[in-house]
């Protein structure tokens, strides 16, 4: 097997996307962005020989399995990227109205209650 064999560039992709994977797991996002072009550039080699059949199967499912965990993972960066915003902008007033139905704001704590223990 040569160092640029269509075996071995089966063999290293499917390396890769084992090291893919634990990065998305401890989620290394710095990991992940410097395999990507390594892992472009042996999809081209597999790509161009005829892969075994039993080899292009496992790099199907450990691809396929990293799509799901890299989906997970941007949903997961969302809900906390709107979480944040959320966070960062003040609450509305809560808005109620008044006994001739006009919206009023309720600011802060109503006057005239006090604390229970």
């Known amino acids: 097997m040569g160092l640029f064999s269509l075996d071995s ?3 290293a992709l499917e390396d890769l ?3 893919e994977r634990a990065a998305v797991l401890a ?3 710095d990991v992940l962005d410097r395999l990507t072009a ?6 081209g080699l597999v790509a161009r020989g005829d892969a075994d059949p039993d080899a292009l ?3 199907r499912i450990a691809s396929e399995r990293n799509g799901r ?8 960066v969302q809900a906390a990227q709107k979480r944040i915003t959320a966070l960062r902008v003040p609450n ?3 808005q109620t109205y008044d006994a001739s139905g ?3 704001a309720m600011t802060g704590a109503p006057r005239g209650l006090g604390h229970r223990a």
């Open 92 to 94: 509305a007033p809560l």
């Open 57 to 59: 199967q496992r790099l």
């Open 27 to 29: 989620a290394r996002f």
């Open 17 to 19: 996307l084992d090291k």
């Open 69 to 76: 965990l890299l989906a997970a993972m941007r949903a997961g």
């Open 38 to 43: 390594e892992k472009e550039r042996l999809i």
């Open 9 to 11: 560039a089966s063999e």
């Open 102 to 104: 006009r919206v009023q």
